[in-house]
């Protein structure tokens, strides 16, 4: 069993950048494709970018180009960096394996606002 902890959330303009981080409990994990997860009020919960243990990456066409995952295998650490924001990023953004879930984490809000 793995347990994720998103932080890097916050308030910013449209733009703007974050970089969100999850940090997982063990390293259960280090073989498994990781993602970053968003759900925004209303909508169901999509996958936005993953990442293999080989670090091949994926994206969601509404992201690409300007979100890039990246992981350190060795801290058992995702990173998101999120640029040129816009308000439809407004999300709870989260991590996880790409299927087969582990229980999910308590995500991190994403808030893009003038």
């Known amino acids: 069993q793995v347990q994720f902890v998103e932080s890097g959330g916050g308030l910013v303009q449209p733009g703007g950048s974050l970089r969100l981080s999850c940090v997982a409990s063990n390293s259960a994990a280090r073989t498994d494709t990781l993602g970053w997860y968003r759900q925004a009020p209303g909508k169901q919960r999509e996958l936005v970018a993953r990442?293999?243990?080989?670090?091949?990456?994926d994206y969601a066409n509404s992201v690409k180009g300007r979100f890039t995952i990246s992981r350190d295998i060795a801290k058992n650490t995702v990173y998101l960096q999120m640029n040129s924001l816009k308000v439809e990023d407004t999300a709870g953004y989260y991590c996880?394996?790409?299927?087969?879930?582990?229980?999910w984490g308590q995500g991190t809000q994403v808030t893009v606002s003038s």
């Open positions: 996880n394996r790409d299927a087969l879930f582990f229980p």
């Open positions: 990442i293999t243990s080989f670090k091949s990456t």
